[in-house]
């Protein structure tokens, strides 16, 4: 057990609609990254909060947004799904910006349908 | 732009074997290097990285990787295969521009474990 906890395990979706994914990272940690994991794309690096502030962005689409709360928790926001949004995503998360080591939640099997 | 590439998107060995993943990575700065695992429904466990110093590092589960810098190679090995080391193994580097330590995977290796 890594100590991120992503919620929900499985989310299946129509075409259209809008979801939320929600992290918890490792007690302490302040920084959070998302990564989507697809057939056709791999793993591609989405989005890094540290602390409350977006800190780096990768390939993620204007139609995905996330945030990180007070608590440090995170949401990754997905709206106007598309079918090749269906992937698995991983939060994961580390304890400051200097640290060489991140620790991987279980991931989010999100289908579109 | 750093990038990974991982030579070989299936490899099989008998148990006992000698496991090799390959991976080469391209970096326009001193690279951080990665190898995680992925077992089937789960989330990626980090197996070893380097960062600075010593070349030959040692990981998890009797895992060791040689950071060879004329080279470019970051190459995972395991001396003795065993069936439980059947799982996904991705090669990363690390993007530390702007702080964090956000990576860069390789396409992955399925590695494959046989009696």
């Known amino acids: 057990d890594s100590g991120v906890t992503q919620t929900p395990k499985h989310l299946i979706t129509a075409t259209g609609q809008r979801v939320t994914l929600r992290c918890s990272p490792r007690s302490g940690d302040l920084s959070v990254y998302w990564y989507q994991q697809s057939l056709d794309q791999g793993l591609q690096f989405l989005i890094q909060?540290?602390?409350?502030?977006?800190?780096a962005k990768g390939n993620i689409l204007e139609r995905f947004s996330a945030q990180q709360f007070p608590d440090l928790h995170s949401e990754l926001n997905l709206s106007s799904l598309e079918l090749g949004d269906s992937a698995l995503y991983f939060c994961?998360?580390?304890?400051?910006?200097?640290?060489?080591?991140?620790?991987f939640g279980q991931g989010t099997r999100l289908t579109v349908v | 732009a750093q990038s990974v590439t991982q030579l070989g998107s299936h490899v099989s060995v008998s148990e006992g074997a000698l496991v090799l993943l390959r991976c080469n990575y391209s970096s326009s700065v001193p690279p951080y290097l990665f190898w995680y695992v992925q077992y089937p429904n789960q989330g990626l466990q980090l197996l070893l990285k380097?960062?600075?110093?010593?070349?030959l590092v040692k990981g998890i589960n009797g895992f060791e990787a040689e950071f060879k810098k004329s080279e470019t190679s970051f190459h995972l090995t395991k001396p003795s295969a065993h069936m439980s080391d059947a799982a996904e193994y991705f090669c990363a580097v690390s993007d530390r521009t702007g702080g964090g330590n956000k990576l860069t995977f390789g396409t992955g290796t399925q590695l494959k474990v046989e009696l």
């Open positions: 909060y540290y602390n409350g502030e977006e800190r």
């Open positions: 380097y960062t600075t110093g010593a070349t």
């Open positions: 994961a998360s580390s304890s400051s910006l200097g640290s060489t080591e991140a620790f």
